[in-house]
């Protein structure tokens, strides 16, 4: 196998690797963003269960993070 074959065969492979790859990354960006729409609905949703806490007298402390403060609740009751 001479240098002049493995650089047509590389050439082939490439162009026929090129494409599929592009198919690919779009595809994994599109599920990306639907898990960060998902992630960003979770958020709202312990945002305002938080929220709700708060309005019912469980107060929030200053360095909580959202999180923190309904499992402080779910563990008090």
Do not use: C, W
């Amino acid at each position: 196998m001479n240098f002049e074959s493995f650089v047509e065969a590389y050439t082939v492979t490439a162009l026929v690797m090129f494409p599929i790859l592009v198919f690919i990354i779009i595809l994994l960006v599109r599920d990306l963003g639907k898990y960060s729409k998902l992630s960003e609905r979770i958020d709202s949703i312990l945002k305002n269960l938080s929220e709700d806490l708060s309005d019912k007298g469980f107060k929030k402390e200053s360095k909580e993070s959202i999180l923190q403060h309904i499992s402080r609740y779910i563990n008090k009751k």
